[in-house]
T-cell receptor
Framework: SAVISQKPSRDICQRGTSLTIQCQVDSQVTMMFWYRQQPGQSLTLIATANQGSEATYESGFVIDKFPISRPNLTFSTLTVSNMSPEDSSIYLC????????????FGSGTRLTVV | GQQLNQSPQSMFIQEGEDVSMNCTSSSIFNTWLWYKQDPGEGPVLLIA?????ELTSNGRLTAQFGITRKDSFLNISASIPSDVGIYFC????????FGAGTRLTVKP
């Protein structure tokens, strides 16, 4: 199955700044996704990153706050813009390998703390 | 949107005991999946279920896809300390939605 390298693994950022999280997959995948996991909580889908087109955002998430890039079939970035302490969370990227084995592969996550 | 209700929220068990957790939904899913998340890591897929009624095992883990396609359970037999972690159910119908997780603690 696909292996995802996600970075940074953690960061502490000042409010009002932006952070870009990168995910690199070791094989070409059609679909990539970005999730947020608040402390002790489940995973909430932020958006689906589509190669060659704009990302599709879930209710409650907007492009201005979470711009996403998907320049090719192995790479995606998520930017958390104009951060506030409420953005402190774990951000996870995942990929749908689109093969017989269902289920997504996840990166190890980015633990973001906004101070 | 699709809501998954996962229970129990947490479990404290003795090593060697069996564990059971389940998920229910008001919506139908095409695929049910069970993931485990260790601290500081992303979720790792344990078992995937593709057909209603399907019962699948992976070592000490057994999971079933409910006949209504709206529920699933995961059993862990003879628990060991490394089973500690958070277990998430997930339903897939296009994209994937996650339950709230079951935090498992295993006492040696």
């Amino acid at each position: 199955s696909a292996v995802i390298s996600q970075k940074p693994s953690r960061d502490i950022c000042q409010r009002g700044t932006s952070l870009t999280i990168q995910c690199q997959v070791d094989s070409q995948v059609t679909m990539m996704f970005w999730y947020r996991q608040q402390p002790g909580q489940s995973l909430t889908l932020i958006a689906t990153a589509n190669q060659g087109s704009e990302a599709t955002y879930e209710s409650g998430f907007v492009i201005d706050k979470f711009p996403i890039s998907r320049p090719n079939l192995t790479f995606s970035t998520l930017t958390v813009s104009n951060m506030s302490p409420e953005d402190s969370s774990i951000y996870l990227c995942s990929a749908d390998p689109g093969q017989e084995v269902y289920g997504y592969t996840f990166g190890s996550g980015t633990r973001l703390t906004v101070v | 949107g699709q809501q998954l209700n996962q229970s129990p929220q947490s479990m404290f068990i003795q090593e060697g005991e069996d564990v059971s957790m389940n998920c229910t939904s008001s919506s139908i899913f095409n695929t049910w999946l069970w993931y485990k998340q260790d601290p500081g890591e992303g979720p790792v897929l344990l078992i995937a279920l593709y057909k209603a009624g399907e019962l699948t095992s992976n070592g000490r883990l057994t999971a079933q896809f409910g006949i209504t396609r709206k529920d699933s359970f995961l059993n862990i037999s003879a628990s060991i300390p490394s089973d500690v972690g958070i277990y998430f159910c997930a339903g897939q119908l296009g994209d994937m939605r996650f339950g709230a997780g079951t935090r498992l603690t295993v006492k040696p």
